[in-house]
């Protein structure tokens, strides 16, 4: 399968695997939507991994071979894989292109990335006139919109360098050892509790939208839920206590 899903020791593993240059057809848009929701549903899990094959660049995009697959009107696979309620988070793991759909998926769908030295970024649809669908709207809610601006209206690949300047990735590591820096990463992530991880997540996909009152009220709630199911798991309970064995 062009998209493949693994698991490991709590980490899911969605890897882009079709071609030279990982180009991303309607049926990947549609294995990665299952994907998610396999992952999201199973509970044995608590992050994920978002990557290009081993060797492979991250993504160059669409698949133009199949024609524009942007949908004008409803909403169209790529719409459902990034508006799915997500809790749990994901880790993009970058080498070389990753270009088009395949940055809206790395801005959208992940939510710590590291890239290697020679990643590159962009987002190319203004010169073939099919500027819009990439999203400069969606890409502005995650980084800050004179640099999203900056990509859309230029054009422009940049370098991974470049790209933590614009806030698009967290840490530049060596090429061969992406993969590997994801991965520890992940590990610092999975080994909290599930209902902290889940939690957090919540707070920040819901209280970029509300005013400082509202969100106040929203974490409230949530934190009232979380000590609710810290009291009732005591899987949830283990990693307090391990906390304190620290201290």
């Given at each position: 399968m062009p998209i493949t899903y693994e698991v490991e020791n709590e980490i899911g593993f969605f890897t882009i695997d079709n071609g030279k240059v990982n180009a991303i057809t309607q049926e990947m848009h549609e294995q990665l939507f299952k994907h998610l929701k396999d992952f999201l549903d199973d509970n044995s899990i608590k992050v994920g991994i978002l990557s290009g094959s081993e060797g492979k660049c991250f993504s160059a995009g669409d698949?133009?071979?199949?024609?524009?697959?942007?949908?004008s009107e409803g909403e169209d696979i790529s719409d459902k894989i990034v508006l799915l309620p997500r809790n749990k988070p994901i880790i993009g793991a970058v080498n070389s292109w990753c270009i088009g759909t395949g940055l809206i998926y790395l801005t959208l769908l992940t939510d710590i990335c590291i890239a290697g030295k020679s990643a590159r970024f962009g987002l190319p649809e203004i010169a073939y006139a099919m500027a819009g669908a990439s999203g400069n709207m969606r890409l502005s809610r995650n980084i800050p919109r004179v640099m999203a601006n900056w990509l859309v209206l230029t054009g422009e690949k940049i370098t991974s360098e470049k790209a933590l300047e614009f806030h698009l990735i967290n840490e530049i590591t060596e090429d061969d050892l992406v993969m590997?820096?994801?991965?520890?990463?992940?590990?610092?992530?999975?080994?909290?509790?599930?209902?902290g991880i889940q939690t957090e997540m919540e707070c920040i996909n819901e209280c970029n939208d509300l005013t400082l009152k509202e969100a106040r009220a929203f974490t409230r709630k949530l934190y009232d839920k979380q000590l609710e199911i810290y009291h009732q798991d005591p899987k949830a309970q283990s990693g307090i206590e391990h906390i304190k064995k620290k201290t």
């Open positions: 698949d133009l071979n199949e024609g524009d697959s942007y949908q590997s820096r994801a991965i520890e990463v992940a590990k610092m992530i999975s080994s909290h509790p599930l209902i």
